[in-house]
Structure formats: C-alpha cells, structure tokens
C-alpha cells in the first residue's frame, strides 16, 4: 500500500484546537477534509505526549537519498540488465556506500523487481513488420471470420524436463519429499512430436509424428487428418487454413496439394507464435501433460490424447473470440511479443 502524505504541522493543531473545542472526530474529519481514523490518531497522540510534531522513530535513516533513487531507477529503467554490482559501484562514485541488499529494498519499493528474462523467439525487423503488417490488416475482420478457421502447428513434448513442471504446497525442509519433486533423467529421457489443430468449435484431430517431417510427410498428415478435423468440426463452406512458414508448410508438394484441394489459406507472417491461438491449447496440454507425470514414451503418448480429446469446446471458441485483443495487443506492441 503507497504511503499517505502526511498532514501539514498547522493541520494537526488545527485538529487538536477543534478537539478542545468540544467537536467530535467525525466533524473535524469533514471541516478539514481529513479521515476520521486520522484525527483520531493526532488526538491520541495529543493527549499522550501533549505535542503533534514528529516523534523520533526507531530505524536508521534510508541510506539512498531522494535523487540517488531517482538516479538507479532512471539507470535500470534504460538498461534493464544492469546488475546491483553495477548500480552500487554508481552510487559509491556519487558519495554513498550501499549494499546489493540496501539496491534490491529501494528499487522493490520503486515497483522494481529482479525476475528472469523470458525466452521468446528472435524477431528480426522484418518480422516486426510483417507481424504489424498481419496485425493491422486484420484488426476488423468480423468475428466470424476467425470462426471459420481452422488454426494448425506442431509441438514437441518432452517425457521428462522443461515441459515437466508444476508447483507444490510444501514445508520447511521438505523439498526433497518424493511428493514434492518430478523426476528426471540425462537428456530429457525422449520426446515425441505432434501435430495438431482447432478452430472455434473445438479441438481437431491430435496425431503424433513418428518420423523426420518432411513436406511429402506434411501432406499426407493433412490429407488424413485436416480433411476429417473440418467434417468433425462442421466448418462452413469456405473454411480457412493456417499454418505457418515452416520450410515444409511452403514446399512445392505441400502448396500444390493445397491448390488442388482448393483450399483457403491464411496468409501467415514468419516468427510470429503469438499470434497463432492453438499455442495456448499446446501450453495448457503440456501443463495437463507434465502434472500425470508419465513414465515412458508410450505413456506420454496416450496422455496426451487423452488430454486433448479433453479440451473444452468453450475454451477455443474463447481463444477466437478474443483474437482480436491479440491483434490490438501487437499494435500496441509495434508488432514485437506480447503477452499472448
């Protein structure tokens, strides 16, 4: 909670002048603007120590001055990245010697907090464009024609590692409880590709990619599964695809099955997973994945149908219906990762 500013020395006799004058709390309060429980508490202090001015407080004085603050805010406001090292090596050139922890307190107090750099994918500036590009050519479209998509991708999931993660209520030197770890093996113990898809009206078909994808292989996947996931799903005549520029979503095989299908497809911006909502159903399946915690590749497998076979209808017509938050998100963003 912010600290209040604190009232003015002619306030606080003013307050204790109308006590003595026979009014209550309340009507102080109201006249000079101020809370009740605040009057209250000048008045308490009045008459326990007959003065209202500052009382000495118990604590060393903040080391940091004002501008000092100011200053170490201003430098990891421009280069996040800057260490408590370096911020201390500053203030000591400027006259104050402080410790990492004496940074780590003031700059929490700014709303600074040290947390991990995320991972996202490298975005060149022709991405950003073409991503800001997509983004703000589509920021109209109705509604319903995001419903008339059927959005695809491949993922990788792993038995044991990264994707293997939760949290736990735990005591005190209890961490190492088997209950309270997820075992793991050297080199992630295996993993297993998939490849998948939805659209508004629920998930598609979910199949597992046994061999080195290439786009002869891309082709039959969709000629056995995207065809069947559109009947399932009853898209409307007119259905759109997506995927995106992966080397062998654009080979010649791959397009000329596509055209002589005659099928829509989206034109889709390179590095640009943010704006493809089946990644959010990938995270939420190797969440559900990883807390079954499965012992071998054969286990994995079967998990992961299961749990996608699970996804709610409700929560990918929600995925679409809010694509266009997504697309405002990568305006705003000027077309680099947003929270999506």
């Known amino acids: ?185 050297k080199h992630g113990g295996g993993n297993i590709m998939l490849w998948g898809c939805f659209s508004a009206k629920g998930p598609g078909r979910l199949i597992r990619v046994k061999e080195r994808m290439n786009g002869a292989m891309y082709g039959e996947i969709l000629s056995k599964n995207l065809l069947p996931s559109a009947r399932a799903l009853k898209m409307k005549c007119g259905w759109v695809f997506q995927h995106d520029n992966d080397p062998k979503h654009t080979a010649r095989a791959t397009k000329e099955w596509l055209r002589k299908k005659h099928f829509k497809v989206l034109e889709w911006p390179s590095q640009s997973p943010d704006l493809n909502p089946i990644e959010n159903l990938w995270r939420e399946l190797k969440i559900r994945v990883a807390q079954r915690q499965p012992q071998n590749i054969t286990a994995l497998e079967d998990i992961c149908m299961e749990e996608w076979a699970k996804l709610l209808a409700t929560v990918c017509k929600n995925l679409v219906a809010t694509y266009r938050k997504r697309l405002t998100s990568v305006i705003a963003n000027k077309g680099y990762i947003t929270k999506y």
């Open 1 to 185: 909670m912010a600290k209040t500013k604190e009232l003015s020395k002619d306030t606080r006799n003013k307050i204790v002048d109308l006590h003595q004058a026979g009014k209550t709390e309340s009507a102080i309060g109201k006249q000079l603007g101020v809370k009740k429980s605040t009057v209250g508490a000048i008045i308490r202090k009045w008459k326990t120590y007959k003065t209202t001015d500052k009382l000495p407080r118990s604590g060393d004085p903040r080391k940091i001055s004002p501008c000092g603050v100011k200053m170490i805010t201003r430098t990891v406001s421009k280069n996040p990245r800057t260490t408590r090292g370096d911020l201390v090596n500053d203030l000591q050139r400027a006259g104050t010697k402080v410790t990492k922890a004496t940074i780590s307190n003031t700059l929490r107090r700014q709303g600074l907090k040290s947390c991990s750099a995320r991972r996202v994918p490298l975005l060149k500036p022709v991405h950003v464009r073409a991503c800001l590009k997509f983004a703000r050519e589509h920021l109209d479209d109705p509604e319903e024609d995001w419903e008339n998509v059927i959005w695809s991708d491949e993922t990788k999931i792993e038995l044991f590692g990264k994707n293997s993660t939760c949290r736990v209520w735990r005591r005190k030197n209890a961490e190492l409880h088997p209950k309270n770890t997820i075992p793991t093996v």
